[in-house]
């Protein structure tokens, strides 16, 4: 039997018009970061890693100046990726494959605590964040990635455990290479985890882009993508950073799937 669970591995206060962008600015908001551990006979795998504990504890240090001028982490001690699956009685051990939707801090951040795990990054993603000189539009996070860890670089679809139950989709725009999860169990219940190719339902229902991507022609095919999933297969989507959402969302130790 696959179960799923939602961990929320963060906060982040920021402004509303960088996640959608028609809005006006100057209204701030506070955002939750999801992370997902599938339970699946063949192994434990997480999708995201959060936000690193550091970021709250000395926020300039870790993120740089000009991260902090846009955003405020604002995460408790209980909200890192370690103390949250503690309420699945599990530790980092326990996890066998982690996949990042994308390099980006709020994701990454707490790699470095699955040094035994294998990690799925996509090949652009992985390949474009590590270019010398970087890729415009796009700001990975090194410090948070760049650990001895075992990634395998994948290309495109990568169906996890060969039979379609967990499945990473690419969904790039955002980054060069984020990609989304899909899990299925049983007949027709389908979940997709779309991290950052859709922020907020807002996004999907009026086909607004945020600020803060790479590339947006490409990021609105992706956006598409999600939403015939949504709309035409019956998915049931969980949006990288939506409060509203997060609200109703039953959370760990209660399982979503
Ligand atoms: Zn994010």
Redesign the pocket.
């Known amino acids: 039997m696959i179960r799923a669970y939602t961990l929320c591995t963060g906060f982040?206060e920021l402004d509303r018009a960088s996640m959608v962008s028609d809005l006006a600015p100057g209204q701030r908001w506070t955002v939750p970061?999801l992370s997902f551990l599938v339970d699946h006979p063949r192994g434990k795998l997480l999708f995201d890693t959060g936000v690193h504990c550091q970021a709250r504890l000395d926020p300039v240090g870790r993120l740089g100046p000009e991260r902090v001028k846009r955003l405020t982490v604002k995460s408790g001690e209980g909200d890192d990726v370690v103390p949250q699956l503690a309420r699945l009685h599990l530790i980092p051990d326990d996890v066998r494959y982690v996949a990042n939707s994308?390099l980006?801090f709020?994701?990454c951040g707490g790699n470095e605590f699955f040094p035994h795990a294998t990690f799925f990054v996509q090949r652009a993603e992985l390949e474009a964040a590590r270019r010398p000189g970087g890729v415009p539009s796009y700001s990975p996070s090194p410090i948070d990635f760049e650990h001895a860890l075992d990634y395998r670089m994948i290309y495109g679809e990568h169906d996890v455990f060969g039979y379609g139950s967990v499945v990473l989709i690419p969904t790039y725009g955002h980054t060069p290479g984020h990609q989304s999860m899909v899990v299925r169990a049983g007949k027709g219940a389908q979940l997709v985890c779309a991290?950052?190719a859709c922020?907020t339902r807002e996004n999907m229902d009026r086909d607004v882009l945020p600020n803060v991507l790479w590339n947006a022609s490409v990021m609105r095919e992706s956006l598409a993508t999600l939403r015939k999933l949504r709309d035409q297969a019956g998915a049931t989507i969980f949006y990288?950073?939506d409060p509203a959402q997060w609200e109703v969302t039953p959370r760990a130790p209660s399982p979503v799937m």
């Open positions: 982040i970061v994308h980006h709020d994701h991290s950052d922020y990288g950073h």
